[in-house]
């Protein structure tokens, strides 16, 4: 089955600083991948995903690459602001699967007024 | 509110009782999700069902665990005689059929019920 691993597990940022998450893959035929930010006690909420045949998307401050061959995709938040502090997650998922999705194991970001 | 909601928000047992969670799902979306999420893990594929066809089950998911959806709307998740291991935060998701045109793949999540087994 799919497996994502997910870099780094925490990452503390001062305010106007930029982040940048990890992740890798190892189901070639994963097609669909979201990022989830979820605040404490909070349900996961998505702020950006992409899919295989893009390799790049931007929305605001936010932005994901997407690299096939190597089968990595990276989140990139720039201007951070403490309300961008909360745990990121990223995954894989399948379309003719169901878009059942396998879930990195997170990243605490902190951002430092 | 039109989100997904679970309920109930939060439930106590004792080892060996049998709980049942239920999900409502955003009213227009045919797919609905199950996961399990354990303290400062990513969430974990439990099972998933189009309409009410049960497509997939985890390998997580013993024979303890049972999910419906008799009628391709709202969602139970069953465990029957809960072990301390189960304690976890079980989300539901929905979204609508992905992989058509212009068909968004957001799986949107519930607030989850955790569940403490003592």
């Known amino acids: 089955g799919e497996n994502v691993e997910q870099h780094p597990s925490t990452l503390s940022v001062q305010e106007g600083d930029s982040a940048v998450i990890k992740c890798t893959y190892s189901d070639s035929a994963s097609n669909y991948f979201p990022w989830y930010k979820q605040e404490l006690g909070k349900r996961p909420q998505l702020i950006i995903d992409i899919r295989s045949n893009v390799g790049e998307k931007k929305d605001q401050r936010i932005a994901v690459t997407l690299n096939k061959t190597a089968k990595h995709f990276s989140l990139h938040i720039t201007e951070t602001q403490p309300e961008d502090s909360a745990v990121y997650f990223c995954a894989a998922g399948f379309g003719a699967a169901g878009n059942k999705l396998t879930f990195g194991g997170g990243t605490r970001v902190l951002v430092k007024p | ?118």
Not at chain 2, 9 to 18: A, D, L, M
Not at chain 2, 97 to 116: C, D, I, M
Request: glycine share 10%; net charge positive; hydrophobic share 25%.
């Open chain 2, 1 to 118: 509110d039109t989100g997904v909601s679970q309920d109930p928000r939060h439930k106590i047992t004792k080892r060996g009782q049998n709980v049942t969670f239920r999900c409502d799902p955003i009213s227009e979306h045919n797919r609905l999700y199950w996961y399990r999420q354990t303290l400062g893990q990513g969430p974990e594929f439990l099972t998933y069902f189009q309409n009410e066809a049960q497509l997939e089950k985890s390998r997580l998911l013993s024979d303890r665990f049972s999910a419906e959806r008799p009628k391709g709307s709202f969602s139970t998740l069953e465990i029957q005689r809960t072990e301390q291991g189960d304690s976890a935060m079980y989300l539901c998701a929905s979204s609508p059929r992905g992989g058509l045109a212009g068909v968004s793949n957001e799986q949107f999540f519930g607030p989850g019920t955790r569940l403490t087994v003592l």
